[in-house]
């Protein structure tokens, strides 16, 4: 079966069509008790993907709509104001101008979701992404294990934003998940919340770290109770990252929330996904998950440091008929 409603071609990003969310304050009646079957997930996740596929015309639209939801990311200890600054440049241009007159879309203004990085790349990557409309996204909070004080993560948010930061990818401790203390990691999200002021805040789950699916769908409803813009998978450091089972779950999480409170919350899958069919895949689980809404960069995004390459080299295939080698094409 192809999937038919594919997203329509690109346009410039959509104004965001929701208000932020405020969060609820901590209600354990909306996930305790709530059953997770981690076989009937990994069955959901890989039967959408066998029945769903994009038809072969379509896929140079979803490919380009996974560009505009693309956290192009560099999250690297010898990370440099070099490399920082060569992101941005593929940041601001993810295509080359053939590729992109190929497509028809020599006059769109076809950009990255955001561009993330650590907080003392923030300054390099707010002055080149000046005029861009691209938000620079930091990490903060001890990122990636987040085992600081809280007055020094609350302190590393606020520095970020200061910086420019328009998104906070903040770290959840582990152990309150862990040991089910479900109220410190609502206090602790909320705090974040608080200390990110405009900027959005991205919850990292790292749910390779959560041992259970109940206790990365409770996770997840804490920090949407707790205020979070968003809700990402992984750091891209923990063993095991961003999962198709585990998105499922978190996207359901999602889905529960919306409908408890008239909420939309943004979805951000991260860590070792790295090819154009990871683009799609995630993509298509979104969208009958959640619907094709929820595919705009608001309300969703791809955090990747080496997916991008792939996705020009497909389309550089679309559009020509064959594949370059990959060095011809601007390192992501
Ligand atoms: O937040 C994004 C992740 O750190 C990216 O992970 P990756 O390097 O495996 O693509």
Request: aromatic share 4%.
């Amino acid at each position: 079966m192809t999937h038919d409603a594919a997203p329509a071609p690109p346009a410039p990003a959509p104004p965001p069509n929701h208000a932020r969310n405020p969060g609820t304050g901590l209600r354990p009646e909306m996930f305790e008790g709530h059953p997770v079957n981690r076989s009937a997930a990994e069955r959901r996740a890989a039967a959408l993907l066998q029945t769903r596929s994009v038809k072969k015309a379509w896929q140079a639209a979803w490919l380009v709509n996974a560009i505009r939801c693309i956290d192009l990311t560099t999250l690297a200890g010898d990370d440099t104001e070099g490399r920082v600054l060569r992101l941005c440049a593929k940041a601001r241009r993810p295509l080359a101008p053939h590729i992109l007159a190929g497509l028809g879309l020599e006059g769109a203004d076809l950009h990255v979701g955001a561009v993330c990085v650590y907080p003392t790349m923030v300054p390099h990557a707010v002055r080149a992404l000046a005029g861009s409309g691209i938000p620079v996204a930091s990490v903060a909070t001890g990122f990636p294990a987040g085992l600081m004080p809280l007055p020094l993560r609350l302190a590393e948010i606020r520095w970020a934003v200061d910086q420019g930061a328009a998104e906070i990818d903040i770290v959840i401790t582990r152990e309150h998940v862990l040991r089910a203390n479900w109220a410190a990691l609502h206090d602790e999200v909320a705090a974040m919340r608080e200390a990110c002021g405009p900027a959005h805040l991205k919850a990292i789950l790292a749910t390779g770290d959560l041992q259970t699916l109940r206790n990365v769908y409770a996770a997840s409803m804490v920090a949407m109770q707790a205020g979070a813009d968003f809700i990402k998978t992984s750091t891209g450091k923990e063993p095991v990252n961003a999962t198709l089972p585990v998105s499922l779950v978190m996207l359901r999480a999602l889905r529960d929330y919306r409908d408890a409170t008239g909420h939309r919350v943004g979805f951000k899958p991260a860590g070792g996904m790295k090819s154009a069919k990871d683009a799609l895949s995630w993509q298509i689980l979104m969208k009958e998950e959640l619907g094709r809404d929820w595919l705009s960069p608001d309300l969703f995004r791809l955090g990747a440091s080496s997916m991008l390459g792939d996705i020009e080299r497909q389309l550089e295939h679309h559009v020509t008929g064959r594949y370059a080698a990959s060095l011809r094409h601007a390192p992501a």
